[in-house]
């Protein structure tokens, strides 16, 4: 994953989209920043009552949040940061009522941007992790099989768009 992450770090920089990074972001061409340590993460486990998945866990080993890398894909928050949906939004999960999963969904991407990357618990044990790219602007949720899977998709587009350039 850290691979990926580098490349989409490249890649952003490369057509100048880096407005929200810091001044030591932009020095290393680094989106991410320092990783996050394993009491920060079991604290956070605690504090939402479950495990958060190994995938997950391992991004945050890497980075404890990541700056947005275009204008259509979310910030990551730093795990201290992180919370259910319905603790920060309870107009989208009324808006969305159709969409049960959102009720349990663990924002970890978007606080007050346009969109929304969500956590979603497993209903139970033999179900998996959800992860899903959310925003009002998109038709429905984009679902993802894991998080290395939705930061290869973000790869490919900014790739994509710094051979525009």
Do not use: C
């Not at 990074?21 to 394993?38: C, I």
């Not at 989208?92 to 969409?99: D, F, G, N």
């Not at 992860?131 to 973000?154: H, I, Q, R, T």
């Amino acid at each position: 994953m850290k691979e990926i992450l580098i490349a989409i770090s490249i890649f952003s920089f490369k057509i100048g989209h880096f407005e929200n990074a810091t001044k030591e972001q932009v020095e290393n061409h680094w989106l991410g920043f320092q990783p996050a340590r394993s009491e920060e993460i079991i604290k956070t486990e605690k504090r939402l009552n479950l495990i958060l998945p190994s995938d997950y866990k391992d991004f945050l080993k890497i980075s404890n949040g990541f700056s947005t890398p275009s204008d259509i894909e979310p910030t990551f928050m730093q795990i201290e940061d992180i919370k259910f949906l319905r603790d920060v939004d309870k107009h989208t999960i009324e808006s969305y009522s159709y969409l049960p999963e959102l009720q349990n969904s663990i924002l970890v991407a978007g606080k007050d941007e346009e969109q929304y990357f969500l956590l979603i618990p497993p209903q139970n044990e033999n179900d998996n992790w959800k992860y899903w790219k959310f925003a009002n602007w998109y038709p429905g949720e984009e679902e993802f099989a894991d998080l290395n899977s939705y930061f290869s998709n973000v790869n490919k587009y900014l790739k994509k768009e710094s051979e525009k350039k």
